[in-house]
Every structure is written in C-alpha cells, then in structure tokens.
C-alpha cells in the first residue's frame, strides 16, 4: 500500500529563507507527483505536477525535483515571504488519477 | 472560470439525517472523486469516477455512495450521518492529456458537523 510522508509537519521560518519540503513514498509505481497549496479553511491550489518521467519541475520562486527510484520529492521555495504561509501538500497519482497525500508541512514565514 | 464548484460549503447535520453534497465541473474532465480531510491525517479517497456511469470505491468508502449520471456532476451522499463522518469534504477533477494525467483541480470544500 502506497504511503506518503511528508518532513516536517511544521516549519517557521524568518522573511528571505530558502527553504526546502521534504515528500517521501514507498511505492514508485506513480503516475505523477503533485504540490499543493491550502490557505486555512480553504481548498487546494496545485502548485507543481512533475510527471513520472521528468526530474524536475519550476513556477517562480518555487522548484520540485523528483527522484522515483529512491522515492522522494523535495519542495524548494526561495526567498520566503510572509505570504507563502500556508499548508503544502504532496501527493502522488496512482491509476485513474487517484491521490495519494501525506499529511502535509505547516509553513510560517514571520516578517 | 467556475472550474470545481461544491455546494454547501458549510453543514450541519443530525445524527442518523441524510444528505447530498454536490459536485460539479465544467472542464469535460472525466477523471472526478471525493475525499475527505480530518486533522493531522492528511486528505483520504472516498469514492471517485472515471467517466460518466463509472464509480468505484477508494480508501474510506463506507457511509457515502456516489453516482455519476453526467461527466459534469458528481454527487457524494451520505445515507445516515454518524458524527465519525465530521469531515471537511473535498470534489476534485483531472483529465489525461497525450497519455499523461493532468494536474487535479479540487472545490472549495464543505465543512460538515454532525451531532
């Protein structure tokens, strides 16, 4: 059974770090690895979907590298603001697009 | 761009009262599923949808049943309410694209209590 972690559960951190989200899983038979961004008492917003193929994927600030053989992800966030704060999932497509998240990193970043 | 839209964002319910959470996407995307979010564990399939006609249970699916009559709408029922199903509820929809599966678009949420 395919199980997600994700290190840490929460992180605060001052204004202008680099900063990095750790995402790890026991089955490398994805599909594709996905970030997600979740404001309190909000949905999901996908940040990054790094398909099984590729290695790495960038949006702005944010870069999200994959290794499926040792079944891992990282989230690199660079120069950190106060309004990256949120939760950051990851989560994995197994067949039929189906997800497969861990609990998540509590972000704070303090001005 | 409506994209996954839920209603009702907030409910509160009785035990053993049923109820139907709504769904609906205007993306044509065929990939549609449910899943339900509870503190420190993380977000948890409770049934999904390939296709219209076609459900199939995921990880939590007891409680809830699901039809899928049109690509666009999803409904998650819950046929008698225990307070075990205190949840927020998440619809989320994908596609593939060129043998690829697309990123997963995901509502709003409905925040659920029941006492």
């Known amino acids: 059974k395919q199980e997600v972690t994700q290190i840490p559960a929460a992180l605060s951190v001052p204004e202008g770090e680099n900063l990095v989200l750790n995402c790890s899983f026991t089955?490398?038979?994805?599909?594709?690895l996905q970030w997600f961004r979740q404001d309190p008492g909000k949905g999901l917003t996908s940040l990054l979907l790094?398909?099984?193929?590729?290695r790495e994927q960038t949006s702005g600030r944010l870069n999200a590298s994959l290794d499926k053989s040792s079944g891992r992800s990282t989230l690199y966030i660079a120069a950190s603001q106060p309004g990256d704060s949120a939760t950051y999932l990851c989560?994995?497509?197994?067949?039929?697009?189906?997800?497969?998240f861990g609990a998540g990193t509590r972000l704070a970043v303090h001005p | 761009n409506a994209g996954v839209t839920q209603t009702p964002k907030f409910q509160v319910l009785k035990t053993g009262q049923s109820m139907t959470l709504q769904c609906a996407q205007d993306?044509?995307?065929?990939?549609m599923s449910w899943y339900r979010q509870d503190p420190g564990m993380g977000l948890r399939l409770i049934h999904y949808?390939?296709?219209?006609?076609?459900?199939d249970q995921g990880e939590v699916p007891n409680g809830y049943n699901v039809s899928r009559s049109t690509t666009e709408d999803f409904p998650l029922r819950l046929l008698s309410a225990a307070p075990s199903q205190t949840s927020v509820y998440f619809c989320?929809?994908?596609?593939?694209?060129?043998?690829?599966?697309?990123?997963?678009?995901f509502g709003q949420g409905t925040r659920l209590t029941v006492v």
């Open positions: 989320a929809s994908s596609s593939t694209s060129r043998g690829s599966n697309t990123e997963a678009f």
């Open positions: 949808s390939v296709g219209a006609g076609i459900t």
């Open positions: 989560a994995v497509t197994g067949g039929y697009n189906k997800l497969i």
């Open positions: 790094i398909q099984s193929s590729q």
């Open positions: 089955d490398s038979a994805i599909y594709n």
């Open positions: 993306m044509n995307h065929e990939y």
